[in-house]
T-cell receptor
Framework: AQSVTQPDIHITVSEGASLELRCNYS??????LFWYVQSPGQGLQLLLK??????LVQGIKGFEAEFKRSQSSFNLRKPSVHWSDAAEYFC????????????FGAGTTVTVRA | ETGVTQTPRHLVMGMTNKKSLKCEQH?????MYWYKQSAKKPLELMFV???????ENNSVPSRFSPECPNSSHLFLHLHTLQPEDSALYLC????????????FGPGTRLLVL
């Protein structure tokens, strides 16, 4: 079964600074990978996903993520954060096109200081 | 705009109460999911329905009873819960069971006293 690790529980970043959130997965083949964001009191919103092809994927709100097979990683990045990016971020993995089960990491809380 | 609504948004109940959580999706999807989100733990998949048929029960205790009367509505009936059941319960839907994107509702924050 697949699993996801998000090593950072909490990250604080200054507004305008860059942000990188780490995600490592465990799966035998190439998984389907996702990043979701959860703002306070809200459900999860999909930021971006990777299935195949170009290993650098672009998402909404200026986020991007890079799939590195050799490192089993799918790190999320944003060049310049805005105060509205303060939220909890979840990395998730699915086993492939016929697997509907999403396995989530424990999440990383991002605080943005002025 | 997720198109998935959940009611109530907050619920406090005693251990002997019976209550129900409701989820409704306005997206025309055919698959619906219940997740449990506990503090500092990964989201746990509880139940999955596909075209109103239950396809997954992830070893959930019987005090949680799901119901899916049609593809647009999903309920979670709660009975004799324990304090450790306090959590955020999230509903999600997708066009097909293995559709890549699951759309989530805002969740119901449940507190069991």
């Amino acid at each position: 079964a697949q699993s996801v690790t998000q090593p950072d529980i909490h990250i604080t970043v200054s507004e305008g600074a860059s942000l990188e959130l780490r995600c490592n997965y465990s799966y035998g083949a190439t998984p389907y990978l996702f990043w979701y964001v959860q703002s306070p009191g809200q459900g999860l919103q999909l930021l971006l996903k990777y299935f195949s092809g170009d290993t650098l994927v672009q998402g909404i709100k200026g986020f991007e993520a890079e799939f590195k097979r050799s490192q089993s990683s799918f790190n999320l990045r944003k060049p310049s954060v805005h105060w509205s990016d303060a939220a909890e971020y979840f990395c998730a993995v699915r086993g492939g096109s016929n697997d509907y089960k999403l396995s989530f990491g424990a999440g990383t809380t991002v605080t943005v200081r002025a | 705009e997720t198109g998935v609504t959940q009611t109530p948004r907050h619920l406090v109940m005693g251990m002997t109460n019976k209550k129900s959580l409701k989820c409704e999706q306005h997206l025309g999807h055919n698959a619906m999911y219940w997740y449990k989100q506990s503090a500092k733990k990964p989201l746990e998949l509880m139940f999955v329905y596909n075209f109103k048929e239950q396809t997954e029960n992830n070893s959930v205790p019987s005090r949680f009873s799901p119901e899916c009367p049609n593809s647009s509505h999903l309920f979670l009936h709660l009975h004799t819960l324990q304090p450790e059941d306090s959590a955020l319960y999230l509903c999600a839907s997708s066009q097909r069971l293995a559709e890549e994107t699951q759309y989530f509702g805002p969740g119901t924050r449940l507190l069991v006293l």
